[in-house]
């Protein structure tokens, strides 16, 4: 569904009939008395979804201007005007984002329900009128923020995290990592669709996703139960542009730039019944130099021992991602969908460690350099087959959707280090040297069927079903080598892994959507879940039995209209957070000398309650959202760290404690509370000039009973974008992201800044586009830092990776313009993992 913000122009006619409206209400009462009534539903003319409060004005006939009755539709899309007086009228109906739709109606005694209305986007002809616009960056709807991103230019030639780093409440961290209102545990969709490589690592399939090729970014905090549980502070939509127009047509578009390139492009077709789309998209990240530093000091009751780490490193990438689509209406409403989605990517990273370890003790200062270089790849392909029946009453739907995917990552380090030594040597003179590769294959299996039932015509009944089926695991191999003792490398007996890992998701859902009264509209809902899972570790003939469990997951929002323009909305929502393969996963990560991590199979799922209170507005070209929050996590899955000789929890069989040696796993170990305060600002200061201002403030409480810890703190962050129509084929665009500091279990991590400046000259009459945009013009590098503090150690980080970048790209478009039509998919949005987690083993 398109919410587009219309040009100044476009809107000065609705306000002032909204104003003329109200005064005419109060000084002519007489126009509304009467027996008659009006009722009506307001739908997207492109995705025949409901306008959720569209702007409804009951006119006297021509020439007059003055309004018999008005209101707002709710949140279903849904209007009925009462006491209305017989006659002839004019019906006008319109909302931001969509051109204004004027029928007549002839009122009589009784009541009158009129068919559909359906407003087209303000690029489209209305038949009437046309009203041309330019949507907002950001748009407040009643249950999301929307970042529209293709039209901000600095995105151009960029990827999906560039997109992300200025989508209202989302923020990226030193390490690429993705939070949501500072927390990682949310999911990512595409298309309403989950992405197997998503949930697995985020953070790389990201960059396998063009910038040029997303449409929005929807930012969901309180989901409703048609959404899996899963994502504990919400959900993540990237919605990218598709193409359905008549005939031939498409795209092709190329950057280069100073740290990155890639190209893509697609190609559509659609005639009659058929529907064909396609695209092919590929780049490469390099340039990419970092330095870190970090001090470990561990306490002793006669000394304190320090170790230091300096290092810096260098990194190339590359990226791919291709779909193909077919869609096929064999008679009127019946719709069968087959589309298939490749990802792929990899890299490699060369780092040099220095590591000094010090203490007061005579005879005793360690000295070695790690030369390490790491690779990962990884890759995934989906298949997705629907069929969708429509009726001839009005928003009922039967949809059956069924999917495969198959994601498969592979990873691994190999390093030489030299004592005594602080550069690196010739291979030869290595004192030690160690490789490992871990392969981390999967499958997933989806089946979902969804039902749309209308009761009456405000009224409406949603229920389904889903199944998901995961099999995954971890194939590790260590091989290490002392040139003392052996002339090759020899397998590690104890520290290879082989885990096998399968669980299953079943879940019904049913909500229903009612009006109580002609302002207050109600949504009640649920879902049930149940989980069950085995795991069997190979190597060892040890596992976890199967097991399962059922978990209610209630949902209930409550949505009342102040005014017009105005709204109140309560949410609540039940949320479930299952870890995975990357929390799970007990193989032992020692790239690192002085810092191990390992996953934690016996992990239980987070279970987050979440209450939101939040208020629209919006005002001529003004719309505003304010939203209170509160989430309540029982039993949070954090990361803990803690000395290998004081162990906090298990460890595994294979670490020997050595008394410098720190072990990093995951457990549920918090409860964690987080009182939230954001909103987001869209504006239009002048006919040329867009701006929006957005923040997130939030107090967070975080407490563990296993570790004897009580961390709060205040936390928060803030955006600006603006945009500036220079000419009507030039546009002059800027941004600005700022996060404070953040408390965390353990420590605490910084801040961090980040902003970039672009342009973009439309060519060819519309058919091209030219862009130039940088990221940190002004700034070469940046540095971000990271704390942690246990009673045993403290450690001290700093990592500084290079930001400058300046960015050229050329797109154009080819074949007729049209409207594009959307396809039913997928959510699995029901795993922990996806936020923050590395390609790690």
Same mark, same amino acid.
């Given at each position: 569904?398109?919410?587009?913000?219309?040009?100044?122009?476009?809107?000065?006619?609705?306000?002032?009939?909204?104003?003329?409206?109200?005064?005419?209400?109060?000084?002519?009462?007489?126009?509304?008395?009467?027996?008659?009534?009006?009722?009506?539903?307001?739908?997207?003319?492109?995705?025949?979804?409901?306008?959720?409060?569209?702007?409804?004005?009951?006119?006297?006939?021509?020439?007059?201007?003055?309004?018999?009755?008005?209101?707002?539709?709710?949140?279903?899309?849904?209007?009925?005007?009462?006491?209305?007086?017989?006659?002839?009228?004019?019906?006008?109906?319109?909302?931001?984002?969509?051109?204004?739709?004027?029928?007549?109606?002839?009122?009589?005694?009784?009541?009158?329900?009129?068919?559909?209305?359906?407003?087209?986007?303000?690029?489209?002809?209305?038949?009437?009128?046309?009203?041309?616009?330019?949507?907002?960056?950001?748009?407040?709807?009643?249950?999301?923020?929307?970042?529209?991103?293709?039209?901000?230019?600095?995105?151009? /030639?960029?990827?999906?995290?560039?997109?992300?780093?200025?989508?209202?409440?989302?923020?990226?961290?030193?390490?690429?990592?993705?939070?949501?209102?500072?927390?990682?545990?949310?999911?990512?969709?595409?298309?309403?669709?989950?992405?197997?490589?998503?949930?697995?690592?985020?953070?790389?399939?990201?960059?396998?996703?063009?910038?040029?090729?997303?449409?929005?970014?929807?930012?969901?905090?309180?989901?409703?139960?048609?959404?899996?549980?899963?994502?504990?502070?919400?959900?993540?939509?990237?919605?990218?542009?598709?193409?359905?127009?008549?005939?031939?047509?498409?795209?092709?578009?190329?950057?280069?730039?100073?740290?990155?390139?890639?190209?893509?492009?697609?190609?559509?077709?659609?005639? #009659?019944?058929?529907?064909?789309?396609?695209?092919?998209?590929?780049?490469?990240?390099?340039?990419?130099?970092?330095?870190?530093?970090?001090?470990?000091?561990?306490?002793?009751?006669?000394?304190?021992?320090?170790?230091?780490?300096?290092?810096?490193?260098?990194?190339?990438?590359?990226?791919?991602?291709?779909?193909?689509?077919?869609?096929?209406?064999?008679?009127?409403?019946?719709?069968?969908?087959?589309? /298939?989605?490749?990802?792929?990517?990899?890299?490699?990273?060369?780092?040099?460690?220095?590591?000094?370890?010090?203490?007061?003790?005579? #005879?005793?200062?360690?000295?070695?350099?790690?030369?390490?270089?790491?690779?990962?790849? #990884?890759?995934?392909?989906?298949?997705?087959?629907?069929?969708?029946?429509?009726?001839?009453?009005?928003?009922?739907?039967?949809?059956?959707?069924?999917?495969?995917?198959?994601?498969?990552?592979?990873?691994?380090?190999?390093?030489?280090?030299?004592?005594?030594?602080?550069?690196?040597?010739?291979?030869?003179?290595?004192?030690?040297?160690?490789?490992?590769?871990?392969?981390?294959?999967?499958?997933?299996?989806?089946?979902?069927?969804?039902?749309?039932?209308?009761?009456?015509?405000?009224?409406?009944?949603?229920?389904?079903?889903?199944?998901?089926?995961?099999?995954?695991?971890?194939?590790?191999?260590?091989?290490?080598?002392?040139?003392?003792?052996?002339?090759?490398?020899?397998?590690?007996?104890?520290?290879?892994?082989?885990?096998?890992?399968?669980?299953?998701?079943?879940?019904?859902?049913?909500?229903?959507?009612?009006?109580?009264?002609?302002?207050?509209?109600?949504?009640?809902?649920?879902?049930?879940?149940?989980?069950?899972?085995?795991?069997?570790?190979?190597?060892?003939?040890?596992?976890?039995?199967?097991?399962?469990?059922?978990?209610?997951?209630?949902?209930?929002?409550?949505?009342?209209?102040?005014?017009?323009?105005?709204?109140?909305?309560?949410?609540?929502?039940?949320?479930?957070?299952?870890?995975?393969?990357?929390?799970?996963?007990?193989?032992?990560?020692?790239?690192?000398?002085?810092?191990?991590?390992?996953?934690?199979?016996?992990?239980?799922?987070?279970?987050?309650?979440?209450?939101?209170?939040?208020?629209?507005?919006?005002?001529?070209?003004?719309?505003?959202?304010?939203?209170?929050?509160?989430?309540?996590?029982?039993?949070?899955?954090?990361?803990?760290?803690?000395?290998?000789?004081?162990?906090?929890?298990?460890?595994?069989?294979?670490?020997?404690?050595?008394?410098?040696?720190?072990?990093?796993?995951?457990?549920?170990?918090?409860?964690?509370?987080?009182?939230?305060?954001?909103?987001?600002?869209?504006?239009?200061?002048?006919?040329?000039?867009?701006?929006?201002?957005?923040?997130?403030?939030?107090?967070?409480?975080?407490?563990?009973?296993?570790?004897?810890?009580?961390?709060?703190?205040?936390?928060?962050?803030?955006?600006?974008?603006?945009?500036?129509?220079?000419?009507?084929?030039?546009?002059?665009?800027?941004?600005?992201?700022?996060?404070?500091?953040?408390?965390?279990?353990?420590?605490?991590?910084?801040?961090?800044?980040?902003?970039?400046?672009?342009?973009?000259?439309?060519?060819?009459?519309?058919?091209?586009?030219?862009?130039?945009?940088?990221?940190?013009?002004?700034?070469?590098?940046?540095?971000?830092?990271?704390?942690?503090?246990?009673?045993?150690?403290?450690?001290?980080?700093?990592?500084?990776?290079?930001?400058?970048?300046?960015?050229?790209?050329?797109?154009?478009?080819?074949?007729?313009?049209?409207?594009?039509?959307?396809?039913?998919?997928?959510?699995?949005?029901?795993?922990?993992?996806?936020?923050?987690?590395?390609?790690?083993?």
């Amino acid at each position: 569904m398109k919410h587009v913000a219309a040009r100044v122009g476009g809107l000065w006619p609705l306000l002032l009939l909204l104003l003329l409206g109200q005064r005419a209400a109060a000084q002519a009462p007489a126009l509304s008395a009467g027996s008659g009534s009006l009722t009506g539903l307001v739908l997207d003319s492109l995705t025949q979804q409901p306008v959720p409060f569209a702007s409804v004005v009951l006119l006297l006939p021509d020439p007059s201007e003055k309004a018999a009755a008005g209101q707002s539709a709710d949140e279903q899309g849904r209007f009925e005007l009462t006491k209305l007086k017989a006659g002839p009228y004019r019906l006008r109906v319109s909302f931001v984002g969509y051109g204004v739709r004027t029928q007549a109606v002839t009122i009589t005694d009784g009541r009158l329900v009129l068919g559909p209305i359906r407003l087209p986007a303000t690029a489209q002809k209305l038949g009437e009128a046309v009203v041309v616009a330019q949507k907002p960056l950001m748009e407040v709807k009643p249950d999301r923020l929307v970042y529209n991103a293709e039209q901000d230019v600095t995105n151009a /030639g960029g990827t999906a995290q560039d997109v992300l780093r200025k989508a209202p409440l989302l923020a990226i961290d030193g390490d690429d990592n993705v939070t949501m209102r500072g927390n990682s545990n949310f999911k990512v969709l595409i298309n309403n669709k989950p992405s197997p490589t998503l949930a697995a690592n985020l953070k790389e399939a990201l960059k396998s996703i063009p910038a040029d090729q997303i449409k929005s970014v929807e930012v969901i905090t309180t989901p409703p139960a048609k959404y899996d549980g899963e994502g504990t502070a919400g959900i993540i939509n990237i919605v990218l542009k598709k193409g359905a127009k008549q005939g031939l047509n498409g795209t092709v578009g190329a950057s280069a730039g100073t740290r990155g390139s890639n190209g893509n492009g697609s190609l559509n077709f659609r005639q #009659g019944k058929f529907n064909f789309t396609s695209s092919l998209n590929g780049g490469l990240n390099y340039n990419n130099r970092s330095s870190s530093s970090s001090e470990q000091v561990t306490y002793r009751s006669t000394r304190n021992d320090t170790l230091r780490q300096d290092g810096s490193g260098r990194s190339t990438g590359y990226y791919g991602s291709g779909s193909l689509g077919l869609d096929y209406d064999p008679a009127e409403h019946h719709s069968l969908s087959l589309n /298939g989605s490749f990802f792929r990517y990899g890299g490699t990273s060369q780092s040099g460690n220095v590591n000094r370890y010090t203490t007061p003790l005579p #005879g005793f200062g360690p000295l070695f350099l790690r030369d390490t270089r790491s690779t990962y790849s #990884g890759g995934n392909a989906e298949v997705t087959g629907t069929y969708t029946r429509t009726y001839k009453q009005e928003r009922r739907e039967w949809s059956t959707i069924l999917q495969y995917a198959y994601n498969g990552n592979r990873n691994g380090y190999e390093f030489n280090q030299f004592n005594n030594s602080e550069q690196a040597l010739d291979v030869s003179q290595a004192s030690y040297r160690e490789r490992s590769l871990t392969r981390l294959p999967g499958h997933e299996y989806t089946l979902q069927s969804d039902y749309t039932l209308p009761l009456g015509e405000k009224n409406t009944l949603d229920f389904g079903l889903k199944g998901i089926v995961r099999l995954t695991g971890s194939q590790a191999q260590v091989d290490t080598l002392f040139p003392a003792q052996t002339a090759d490398f020899v397998p590690s007996r104890y520290r290879g892994t082989s885990f096998d890992y399968r669980q299953d998701v079943e879940g019904v859902y049913a909500t229903y959507n009612f009006n109580a009264t002609e302002k207050l509209h109600l949504g009640l809902g649920g879902r049930v879940e149940r989980t069950g899972l085995w795991a069997e570790f190979t190597n060892t003939n040890t596992g976890i039995p199967y097991r399962s469990y059922v978990t209610p997951l209630p949902n209930a929002n409550l949505s009342y209209t102040l005014s017009k323009t105005s709204s109140l909305r309560l949410a609540y929502s039940r949320r479930i957070s299952r870890p995975y393969i990357y929390y799970l996963n007990p193989y032992v990560d020692r790239s690192n000398p002085i810092s191990y991590s390992y996953g934690n199979p016996d992990l239980d799922p987070e279970l987050t309650h979440s209450v939101e209170l939040s208020y629209n507005n919006f005002i001529k070209t003004t719309s505003f959202n304010v939203a209170l929050s509160v989430l309540r996590t029982g039993n949070s899955i954090e990361r803990v760290s803690f000395a290998s000789t004081q162990p906090l929890l298990p460890v595994p069989d294979e670490i020997v404690p050595a008394p410098n040696l720190v072990l990093e796993t995951s457990a549920n170990v918090a409860s964690n509370t987080a009182f939230q305060l954001n909103g987001y600002l869209s504006a239009k200061p002048t006919e040329k000039w867009s701006l929006s201002l957005g923040g997130n403030l939030e107090y967070l409480l975080l407490r563990s009973t296993a570790l004897n810890l009580t961390r709060r703190g205040f936390a928060g962050n803030y955006n600006v974008n603006t945009s500036y129509k220079a000419t009507k084929t030039l546009t002059l665009q800027g941004n600005l992201y700022h996060s404070l500091a953040r408390p965390v279990l353990q420590g605490r991590s910084s801040s961090f800044i980040y902003y970039g400046l672009g342009l973009r000259q439309t060519l060819l009459k519309g058919r091209a586009d030219l862009s130039f945009n940088s990221q940190f013009p002004f700034t070469a590098r940046r540095t971000f830092a990271y704390e942690t503090s246990t009673p045993a150690f403290s450690q001290h980080s700093r990592f500084t990776n290079q930001q400058r970048q300046f960015r050229v790209g050329f797109t154009y478009r080819f074949g007729q313009q049209q409207a594009t039509r959307q396809r039913k998919s997928i959510r699995n949005d029901d795993i922990k993992g996806g936020g923050g987690q590395s390609s790690g083993g």
